[in-house]
């Protein structure tokens, strides 16, 4: 079946400093992919998404490449700030009658001042 | 345009109650999902109600069930709660076939 892998956090950087958040992904099918946002003691909020192979996905300064022949879905951001600390979770969903979200186990990240 | 609600935002159960969860979604969405996250368990898929109907459930016992009204808002009921299942519901919709869905705030349930 379908799956979606994450690097193990918790991830903690110093303000500025790069980050990437791998996530590789297992699929029968071309899914959309998604990157997921959770801030502490709110719901998710949706980073961004590619929906094909080469699609790049980028909002506020993140950004991640659809890879179909690593089959992976990497965050990257160039310079991290205190308000990024939360947890990010990669998702995939092939959309149509196909349905619900398959998630990663996420990746809490925190920023140091 | 108002995003997705839930309610209550907390609840506080014992064990062998029952418990009601509601979501509003976005307007003109007409599909809901809801998710648990419970510790450590990461986000499950739990069931997907769409035009009234219940499309598909995740690997959850039969008293996780729930209903999707005519105006697309659906609840979620968990009958004869268990210690684990505390965890935050969390409800989502999306417009038709799209792939983007979008999630509420989340209902955080304690049982005690």
């Known amino acids: 079946g379908d799956s979606v892998t994450q690097m193990e956090g918790p991830v903690t950087l110093s303000e500025e400093a790069f980050l990437t958040i791998n996530c590789t992904y297992t699929a029968t099918g071309y899914p959309s992919l998604f990157w997921y946002v959770q801030y502490p003691g709110e719901g998710l909020q949706l980073l961004l998404k590619?929906?094909?192979?080469?699609d790049k996905g980028s909002n506020k300064g993140f950004e991640a490449t659809y890879r179909k022949e690593t089959t992976s879905f990497h965050l990257e951001k160039g310079s991290v700030q205190v308000s990024d600390s939360a947890v990010y979770f990669c998702?995939?969903?092939?959309?149509?009658?196909?349905?619900?979200?398959?998630f990663g186990k996420g990746t809490k990240l925190s920023v140091k001042p | 345009e108002a995003g997705v609600t839930q309610s209550p935002t907390h609840l506080i159960k014992t064990r062998g109650q029952q418990v009601t969860l509601r979501c509003s979604p976005i307007?003109?969405?007409?599909?809901v999902y809801w998710y648990q996250q419970a510790l450590g368990l990461g986000l499950q898929f739990l069931l997907w109600?769409?035009?009234?109907?219940?499309?598909n459930r995740g690997n959850f016992p039969p008293r996780f069930s729930g209903r999707q009204f005519p105006n697309y808002s659906s609840e979620l009921n968990v009958n004869a709660l268990e210690l684990e299942d505390s965890a935050l519901y969390l409800c989502a919709s999306r417009r038709g076939l799209t792939d983007t869905q979008y999630f509420g705030p989340g209902t955080r349930l304690t049982v005690l």
């Open positions: 998702a995939l969903n092939y959309g149509g009658s196909q349905g619900n979200l398959i």
């Open positions: 307007s003109g969405h007409t599909s």
């Open positions: 590619a929906t094909k192979a080469d």
């Open positions: 109600y769409d035009e009234g109907e219940e499309r």
